[in-house]
């Protein structure tokens, strides 16, 4: 993957990335600064599943007994919880997406409403139109650079 040429810490990034997204990123400080910790509590969390993951899911790994947590989760605790984790996740993954997408289109509609260039458009318009831009352009540059590509975006 990737040429086995991307640095150990661009990876590590990536897949913290992957994990996290923007919205936590930024949002979660800028709730705790105003003075809620109430979602202080997610960074935590993180920790502590890391720490349990290294701990429980990696030397399975290493030995090869492993190939991904849901194969773990099959032979712990059957087939069927191993379907459902796999079905929620996917669910779960599917709607928070759809969310950072539009999130990502948001600043893009309202430098393009500002810009004047498109003012025929209707506000939906703007949006969708910044939703597909920004699906089109992530696809663009994820098959051009493969992995690399995407590895330094989450960089980025």
Known sequence: MGGR??????????????ETSVLTFIGIPAVSYGGNMTFLQLVFGYVIGRGLV????????????????????????????RN????????????????????TAIPLA???KSS??????????FYINSIVAVGVLTMVYTYI????????????
């Open 5 to 18: 040429s991307i640095p150990w810490y661009a990876v590590m990034f990536s897949i913290v990335a992957t």
């Open 54 to 81: 290294s701990v429980i899911l990696l030397p399975a790994y290493y030995r090869g007994d492993l190939s991904t947590a849901y194969h773990f989760l099959g032979d712990r605790f059957g087939q069927r919880m």
């Open 84 to 103: 459902t984790a796999s079905v929620t996740f996917m669910i779960t993954r599917l709607l928070a997406d759809g969310v950072r997408l539009f999130a």
């Open 110 to 112: 309202i430098i393009m």
């Open 116 to 125: 004047g260039m498109f003012s025929e458009m209707s506000n939906t318009a």
């Open 145 to 156: 650079g493969a992995i690399k590509s995407v590895i330094w975006m989450d960089m980025i």
